[in-house]
């Protein structure tokens, strides 16, 4: 299982943390990871030592803007995207990020305490909250090197204790706003 606690000295997100191109990089500031610019821009970063087809995070605070992901190298992915606390869109990312939308939107209110999840379950990329499929697309636009990620647009958002979900449910993010 790959978990991060994000306790150690500020700086960029390194080992075995990856970039992916094309988006900024996260950074860590007071035990907890940020976007490195501070503030709204597209930033994520990818899980290289894992290839686990689960990211997940609990919600803390009002609902912020980016979630699970699941990218390669090049910045291909997914993308959940929990918006206003009240929407969840899943995209398909490629450059990143060139954003596609794939279906319509969840209506999903996003509270403090709910718990968010971004599955690759075969062809079909899903969403859960609280363990409850909320939200299933389908796409085999990238099938291949995709590793659990992090995605934050919000220049206030923060998480603290990510993990890939390798360990089964216990879930440990905490996205903090």
Partial sequence: MAN????????????????????????VSSNQCGNSAG????????????????????????????GPAHLDAAGNGYV????SGT???????TGGPN?????????????????GELRIDGNDIVYYKNSVETFRVTSTLF???LSPAIFIFSGTMRIDNWNDGAAGDTLFAQVLT
Avoid: K
Wanted: hydrophobic share 35%.
């Fill in 143 to 145: 099938r291949t090197g």
């Fill in 99 to 115: 954003y596609h939308q794939i279906g319509g939107d969840a209506l999903a209110a996003i509270l403090p305490g709910d718990i």
């Fill in 39 to 66: 503030s709204d821009t597209d930033s994520a970063m990818r899980r290289t030592d894992s290839t686990s087809l689960r990211s997940i995070f609990e919600y803390r605070g009002a609902a912020p803007d980016g």
């Fill in 87 to 93: 929407t969840v869109r899943i995209y398909d990312v």
């Fill in 4 to 27: 991060d606690d994000f306790n150690r000295a500020d700086g960029n997100l390194t080992a075995p943390w990856g970039a992916a191109t094309g988006w900024a990089a996260l950074r």
């Fill in 80 to 83: 959940c995207e929990c918006a």
